[in-house]
């Protein structure tokens, strides 16, 4: 059983939770160890230790602080460094599939670190409703991010994000005349 939390808005909602999250996923290989933290430092830097330590790709750091919730990813890809950029564009594919999903729009993707033979991509947002949905939906689209990145090389990121649905520009009508 999870323990509930108050946003920012007065609205109960649950808690982070590994088992939820591990229940949404579909079963790719990021989330198989997965660290849980209330923690007001870095995420990120946690993970950068346990990176350092030889933790296995797809280890997951998630941390929850008050209304905030982040999510860092280790990646060990068989690359060279110089492609740890593509990462951030990895992280941000997936962190547009969580906003489409219905995460708010107070969300940030970002490559965080880089060692000689992994990253850490992660993901974080204030305010979520649901904070394992995000966690679940962001990972598993990284999951599928990075798959499709390595059967398809970066032109198929570029190709993805050039197609996106963008929010239209025009103002909305105006019913009265």
Known sequence: ???????????????????????????????????????????????????????????VVLAEVGAHVRVAVLLRPDLPLRAAPAFAALAALALAEAVDAGAPASVEATLCARGADWVIVGAGADGVADPNAFAATFLDGLDRWCARYAAEGPAALLAAWRTRKRPSREEPSDARQ
């Open 1 to 59: 059983m999870t323990s509930a939390a108050v946003t920012p808005a007065g609205r109960v909602r649950d808690r982070l939770s590994i088992d939820l999250i591990r229940r949404r996923l579909p079963g790719g290989t990021l989330g198989r160890h997965m660290y849980l933290f209330e923690l007001a430092g870095s995420a990120d830097t946690v993970l950068a230790g346990l990176a350092a330590a030889g933790a296995e790709d797809g280890t």
